[in-house]
């Protein structure tokens, strides 16, 4: 795909804003002529994980062609199209997706939207249409129409939570139920009535906690994943605890943070795959290489698992006759993660992943990870404007 222009990244920031989830397709004058386009990756994983077709599934032929109701959107009005996904004979059967009418709707190389909702599939000109005068002057349409009904959410649950934090809060600081980092996090559900368990669901009546102590320069934890050990040369967590593993003392563990930018001083970095959807960690020792993966739509489905809806929560860590106390002080509410942003956090090292591997007296091996990590101050790059609240009254 080419380079965005500046105007074009705006909208789509825009679009980001309204909680709408989209990928990008660019036809070009060859394919508007041949009305074909090439199902990208990105474009194929955004499909799957919107539940509207999976072309792994799909064998080749034209006799296995499917069809979805789709639109394209102009600025007054949705015009009727119909999606055609398919795998040709030819070749390898490279995946292909057009749109009834865009040769009408599209010049070559407009770089367009796709947006799923309820099994149906809407066409944006993002080159061409100006967002933001369909979405901001609120003048009727049917793109604001569309992106209303996205949003509709309910409230109740959110609302709930936040008066029992609020109660919490009023009580002052909190002693700690343990010494440990997540002391915070099981103090807070403890005061809340949930039960500890190890469940990936989210917390609280489908909404996700993550308590966190109010420290400049700390990554907020997104969620931990192993990886696809089928997928990888690497088969558990003590091999590579084997491969890259320290003594401190008398542990012997890999306690380390990993990025797509730079190699850490294990010689260890992640790389993106868009192709293939992986992500691929890598050693620099030629005999080592890539040796744990895992698949991008893995992280996509724990990401939307576990922050579809999540309470971000602050407490100060306050000192009292000598053991931590917590004040719970404040809420960012998120909600639906962007998936596409998630991969572009990634490859830019904003989204980290760390490894806690340690082996123990009796030899046997403990992961705490790999968390997923974001960087502070990184919220509103992976989620739309979330709504903050303060405990403190």
């Given amino acids: 795909m080419r380079q965005l222009t500046t105007l074009e990244i705006n909208r789509i920031k825009l679009l980001t804003e309204k909680s709408v989830e989209l990928c990008l397709i660019e036809p070009t004058e060859t394919g508007l002529i041949k009305s074909i386009m090439d199902a990208t990756g990105s474009v194929r994983t955004y499909l799957k994980a919107n539940k509207i077709h999976d072309f792994e599934l799909q064998k080749q032929g034209q006799e296995n062609k499917i069809q979805i109701n789709s639109f394209l959107i102009s600025s007054d009005s949705f015009q009727n199209s119909v ?22 709707y599209s010049n070559a190389n407009d770089i367009l939207g796709i947006i799923a909702y309820e099994s149906k599939l809407y066409v944006l000109n993002i080159t061409q249409l100006d967002l933001h005068k369909l979405i901001e002057s609120k003048i009727p349409n049917p793109l604001y129409d569309l992106i209303n009904e996205i949003n509709q959410v309910s409230n ?20 700690a139920m343990l010494q440990a ?100 960690e890598n050693s620099d020792k030629s005999v080592v290489g890539d040796f744990v993966v895992w698949s991008l739509e893995t992280l996509h489905k724990r990401l939307l698992e576990k922050h579809n809806e999540t309470f ?15 004040q719970y002080k404040k809420v960012e509410h998120t909600r639906k993660p962007i998936i596409s942003q998630f991969d572009i956090l990634l ?36 989620f739309p404007p979330s709504q903050s609240y303060s405990l403190l009254q």
């Avoid at 806690?356 to 974001?374: A, M, N, Q, Y």
């Fill in 347 to 382: 490859e830019q090292g904003i989204v980290t992943l760390d490894h806690l591997i340690k082996r123990k007296s009796t030899g046997s091996v403990v992961e705490k990870g790999p968390i997923f990590k974001i960087k502070p101050n990184a919220l509103d790059l992976l």
């Fill in 312 to 326: 971000w929560i602050a407490a100060d860590s306050i000192n009292i006759d000598g053991k931590e106390h917590f």
């Fill in 181 to 280: 980092d997540t002391a915070i996090g099981r103090t807070l559900e403890t005061l809340l009535g949930i039960d500890i368990n190890s469940s990936k669901k989210p917390d609280y009546k489908g909404i996700e906690l993550k308590s966190y102590r109010d420290k400049r320069g700390n990554r907020k934890n997104l969620f931990a994943q192993v990886p696809d050990w089928n997928l990888s040369k690497f088969k558990s967590s003590a091999e590579i605890l084997n491969a890259f593993g320290y003594s401190r003392g008398e542990d012997f563990k890999l306690y380390c943070t990993v990025s797509s930018i730079i190699r850490n001083s294990q010689g260890l970095k992640l790389k993106m795959d868009n192709e293939i959807s992986q992500l691929i």
């Fill in 156 to 175: 109740e649950v959110a609302e709930e939570l936040l008066v029992l934090l609020n109660k919490i809060a009023a009580n002052g600081p909190v002693p």
């Fill in 83 to 104: 999606a055609s996904l398919y795998r040709p004979n030819t070749k390898k059967g490279d995946p292909r997706i057009w749109f009834k009418g865009l040769g009408a």
